[in-house]
């Protein structure tokens, strides 16, 4: 069993990438290794051995693009974590465990009504826990909303690290939208990160029917794989043009042009834009994506299609177990989504997945 070190090694963000309006200059941002002190666990805590560290779009967020952390850097980031614990409360010692990204503080309104995965004192790894995130050897988090990993057969712990956020936030989303078998579901985005588990959760909970959408052939014939029952290609099409494909899709093959559920997860204009088109009679539209875009829609229309819109953040520490249950059963496979590398590379592949979105998540191994 590992022990306890002397040191956190850890990669922290020193600085996010700053764009000055007014010069239009950018000042790249900066990632530095660093040791710091192990710190004294309260009661409660625990400190876990990282085992892999999941790179997510809003890690890059936080240090290509101005989204703000709550703790100030310098800060480790990293959300998506998977390891073992080897100090603290002592019934934990030496269980593998998957942190949630996710950590309601379980006092407020929000939480004493079973809407925690809102809660506004949340800590979230990489963001909110003080100066500590997942791209490190070790972290310190509170014990009460780990999910222990039992009975993992040849699936690497370092890959579960992806049960956080990328494979729960669809499942909390699913909640959401009252996703029921049978259900005919669309969604927006099916080949990102968040994308594919979504069209793999929706299936699993019984959707009748999955129409993907996305531009990125190579991942959308991936997602017929898993999940999709038809994708539409939008690459250089409008919303118009993709609702008068998505139309003939229902037409050719006996579906509804109502009930529809759709999930929107790209979080950009052009992708609310296919959502808010398709929304249709007692249609709901599930935004699980983020983006600051501006997006304009005729809100009579919901009121005519006696429709719904809401938001949908983050997931529950309650729902993780039902999700590794999912992936460990097989019935969400992340094996073809997955792949690793050392955290050493930490900036080559920041800077690689900032440039193109990956074909797998890369989730990176201490190694420092
Ligand atoms: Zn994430
Ligand atoms: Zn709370």
């Known amino acids: 069993m590992s022990a306890i070190p002397e040191k956190i090694q850890t990669w922290q963000m020193v600085q996010p990438t700053v764009f000055d309006r007014e010069t239009k200059e950018t000042t790249p941002g900066k990632l530095e290794k660093t040791e710091i002190p192990v710190p004294d666990l309260d009661k409660g805590e625990v400190l876990v051995e990282v085992a892999g560290c999941g790179v997510c779009h809003t890690d890059l967020g936080y240090f290509y693009d101005g989204v703000p952390t709550v703790s100030k850097p310098p800060l480790t980031l990293g959300h998506e974590i998977s390891g073992t614990v080897v100090a603290g409360e002592e019934a934990w010692i030496g269980k593998e465990v998957i942190i949630p990204a996710v950590m309601p503080c379980r006092q407020c309104i929000l939480c004493k009504t079973g809407r925690g995965n809102r809660c506004l004192s949340q800590k979230m790894p990489g963001n909110s826990i003080g100066l500590y995130g997942g791209f490190s050897s070790h972290i310190p988090v509170p014990v009460i909303d780990l999910c222990e990993v039992k009975e993992r057969g040849d699936i690497p712990l370092s890959h579960l690290a992806v049960v956080a956020d990328a494979a729960t936030t669809p499942y909390q989303a699913a909640k959401r939208a009252d996703l029921q078998p049978g259900d005919n579901v669309v969604i927006v985005g099916i080949t990102g990160g968040v994308g594919q588990y979504m069209g793999q959760m929706a299936k699993a909970l019984g959707a009748k029917t999955i129409v993907g959408i996305a531009r990125n052939q190579e991942k959308l014939d991936r997602a017929l794989k898993f999940g999709a029952d038809f994708v539409i290609n939008s690459t250089d099409k409008d919303a118009r043009t993709v609702s008068k494909e998505f139309r003939g899709i229902c037409k050719e093959n006996g579906l509804p042009n109502t009930g529809w559920k759709i999930f ?75 792949e690793t590398r050392p955290m050493s590379s930490i900036e080559d592949t920041f800077a690689e997945a900032h440039k193109t979105p990956p074909m797998k998540r890369i989730v990176l191994t201490p190694d420092f």
């Not at 997006?295 to 520490?317: K, Q, S, V």
């Open 264 to 338: 929107e997860i790209t979080g950009v204009k052009p992708g609310q834009e296919i959502a808010l088109t398709l929304l249709g009679f007692t249609g709901k539209l599930i935004v699980v994506g983020f983006g600051l875009a501006k997006t304009e829609y005729a809100m009579g229309r919901l009121m005519a299609f006696d429709a719904e819109i809401i938001g949908t953040w983050g997931c529950l520490p309650e729902y993780y177990p039902i999700v590794l249950d999912m992936v460990l059963s097989g019935r969400i496979n992340i094996e073809e989504f997955v």
